[in-house]
């Protein structure tokens, strides 16, 4: 059985820095692409960021140059690195597992408990 636990969220102040990690377990983790997602109040869920099995990274628009993606597969973690928050940052933060074709994320539906970010002075 799939398990990811997301970690690292809390309040920050704009321009400030998190680094959010997810630990999976139940899986080949080497072998999967990994997103982070985020969902804020009254929103959809929306992919920010994914990494290939393969180290690949691809960001969001409103993201690019901001976050980093990275992975530890000797870890099975994926860690999502914010830098430069903006109070629209604000979101539950999750990790999810998926596959890939070219740039294009495709979800599997396991998913984390997510981890609360907030970003406000």
């Known amino acids: 059985q799939v398990q990811l636990v997301e970690s690292g969220g809390g309040l920050v102040q704009p321009g400030g820095s998190l680094r959010l990690s997810c630990a999976a377990s139940?899986?080949?983790?080497?072998?999967?692409?990994m997103g982070w997602y985020r969902q804020a109040p009254g929103k959809q869920r929306d992919l920010v960021a994914h990494?290939?099995?393969?180290?690949?990274?691809y960001f969001a628009d409103s993201v690019k140059g901001r976050f980093a993606i990275s992975r530890d597969n000797a870890k099975n973690t994926v860690y999502l690195q914010m830098n430069s928050l903006k109070p629209e940052d604000t979101a539950v933060y999750y990790c999810?597992?998926?596959?890939?074709?070219?740039?294009?994320?495709?979800?599997?539906?396991?998913w984390g408990q997510g981890t609360q970010v907030t970003v406000s002075s």
């Open positions: 139940g899986i080949v983790f080497s072998i999967y692409a």
């Open positions: 999810n597992t998926g596959w890939t074709r070219g740039s294009s994320y495709y979800e599997y539906d396991d």
């Open positions: 990494i290939t099995s393969g180290g690949t990274t």
